[in-house]
């Protein structure tokens, strides 16, 4: 009986998230999808290594990846899937693929992003006062109020995280995590 190649499904999460709330989907594909779970380093399953604090260097840790994964002699097609800022890095690996010339992916899915000719990423995200609202948003679904006895406590602490962020990026010029004393702090 001859055997069907599967199709390579590259995952990227957004944010600061792991690749691993994508291991709910295996049971959910097609047997003729194979997931290839990547996540830029300081995220995820590689939050030990140096965080890349740059599109083109997440962009070539990305294409190495891929790399990899394509030159692991199994699977000849594949497709690219990205959640939020996971699409926006997707949308720059794609754009490297077809600039070197390699096998593009039979489809890629940008998921909870601009469109690639958008212009919302056109100003540094930490520098539009406009985007503070989705970071509320996610830090909402990060810490859902169910899960806290002080909603609004917790409300102040969302609002707070976002508001520090925002003013270290207008301080240093670069995005910096928020540490627990500048919270303290605030």
Known sequence: MEQTKKIKFFCLPGGGTSSIVFIKWGGLLSKHLRQCLIDIPGRGLRKKEQTLTDIESITEDL???????????????????????????????????????????????????DVPDGDVYAEPFLENQATKYQFYDLLRSCFPEHTFPDTEMLTAFRHKFVDVLYAKYARDGRFTPVTVDELRAA
Do not use: Q, T
């Open 63 to 113: 294409y190495r990846g891929w790399e990899k994964y394509m030159n692991d002699g199994r699977d000849e097609d594949y497709m690219l899937f990205g959640y939020c800022m996971g699409g926006i890095f997707l949308y720059e690996l794609y754009k490297k693929i077809r600039r070197e010339g390699k096998k593009l992916p039979m489809h890629i899915v940008l998921s909870a992003a």
